[in-house]
Nanobody
Framework: QVQLVESGGGFVQAGGPLRLSCAAFVCTISSSGMGWFRQAPGKDREFVAAISGSGVYTYYVYYADSVKGRFTISRDNAKNTVYLQMNSLKPEDTAVYYC???????????????????WGQGTQVTVSS
């Protein structure tokens, strides 16, 4: 079983940056695809970004159109941690952000949240206008 703990959320003014971290405990995540999702009050959970597991040559990254060019997902397998660098934040980015590890047997879209089995508790990001 994987335990995921997010950190780095907070309050920021529009246009500012934040970096979220997702640390994994109990098991290594180096071979697991990892994703970030978010959920705003009254809205469904939505995909933000994902990164593939350890590949031979490179990682593949995926982004929601709403964050493309502003957010960057990365991973440090030595630290068993995944990051989400968020720049040029907008008020509509306000949400609880969750990281999740992808089911090893799932080969579908990285943006499909049922494809993930372990989830963190979430970290609140609030962007003021």
């Amino acid at each position: 079983q994987v335990q995921l703990v997010e950190s780095g959320g907070g309050f920021v003014q529009a246009g500012g940056p934040l970096r979220l971290s997702c640390a994994a405990f109990v098991c290594t995540i180096s071979s697991s695809g990892m994703g970030w999702f978010r959920q705003a009050p009254g809205k469904d959970r939505e995909f933000v970004a994902a990164i593939s597991g350890s590949g031979v040559y490179t990682y593949y990254v995926y982004y929601a159109d709403s964050v493309k060019g502003r957010f960057t997902i990365s991973r440090d397998n030595a630290k068993n941690t995944v990051y989400l660098q968020m720049n040029s934040l907008k008020p509509e980015d306000t949400a609880v952000y969750y990281c999740a590890s992808r089911r090893p047997t799932y080969s579908g879209s990285y943006s499909y949240h049922p494809g993930y089995d372990y989830w963190g508790q979430g970290t609140q990001v609030t962007v003021s206008s």
